[in-house]
């Protein structure tokens, strides 16, 4: 089975999650509720590695399939099951190739279906899970035929985004639910910014302006006024435009104004004031004087940054 080939490569490596930086409770967790079997729901707001970690767990197993599904209220039976042609059912069989189109979880067969924001597809589909989750067999339309299925489950959820459905309590009984959070601290960040954002060769940016950026958008994150805080991608998106910022300029090293110039734009829509805040002040406006009064050209000189 499937699931015995992970457990050996689990139980070989101490560590085999490496494409994750940080997150050592999460890979424990998970590498735990493989090794017993378990389908998982990596539960945390987006970009923070939940689909990384996915396609690490498929990398375990080389040679082995990883089809994403992404959650999406228009998402049907049929895209997750299959269908089979009733005209062409009655000549060739239910189970010939003619007749039977496969859908996701057919296609991910003897590999990992990854399911990308699970609480944003509809009810019914939830409910064409349960018996693939539970009994590793699948039932397609009203055909009185079964169908063994041997995958990993891997499913994410943002629990923040308002426009989901609610999983039902069958549904979520079927899965252990996994925590992950944004990165454990400032050190860690930087790594995985420079290890995921892209580095423009003809442009220098030093560590203390690297610092500044990932300072920023961590500091934005224990705002009490926010409501949605920026991700790991706000900061690899604003260490990218600085970069920009200072090419446009024909410079070779990125400056304090580079990334100064880069924050409205890169963050203003990433965050999400509280009502008492929003029907008051712009989230461009609020952003710019946050990280002029947080983050002041003076306080930059005196640690010894360039301009």
Known sequence: MLSEQLKKVLLKEKCP???????????KDVKSALLTNRHIIIVGAPGIGKTTLAKN??????????????GSPDLTVEDLLGD??????????????????????????????FFDELNRCPEKLQNALLQVLEEGK?????????FDIDLIFIGTMNPEDSSTEKLSDVLLDRFD??????????????????????????????DKLLTLIV???????????????PSVRASIGLYERAQANCLVKGKREVSFNDVKE???SVLSHRIRLKPSIKYLQAAEDYVKEKFEKEVTREKWEEKGGCL
Do not use: C
């Open 17 to 27: 999650f490496t494409d994750i930086l940080g997150q050592e409770m999460v890979k």
């Open 57 to 70: 767990i498929a990398k375990l197993i080389p040679g082995k399939k990883f089809i994403r599904v992404q």
């Open 84 to 113: 089979i042609d009733p005209i062409k059912a009655m000549k060739h069989g239910p189970l010939s190739l003619d007749a039977f189109t496969k859908g996701k979880i057919f296609k991910a067969d003897k590999g990992i279906l």
């Open 138 to 146: 699948a039932t397609i339309g009203s055909y009185d035929v079964d």
């Open 177 to 206: 639910l996994i925590y992950m959070h944004y990165p454990e601290n400032i050190d860690i960040e930087k790594e995985i910014v420079l290890k995921k954002g892209k580095k423009v060769d003809e442009v220098k940016i030093n």
């Open 215 to 229: 300072y920023f958008i961590r500091l934005l994150r224990e705002d009490k006024n926010l409501e949605k805080k």
């Open 262 to 264: 880069a924050v409205v």
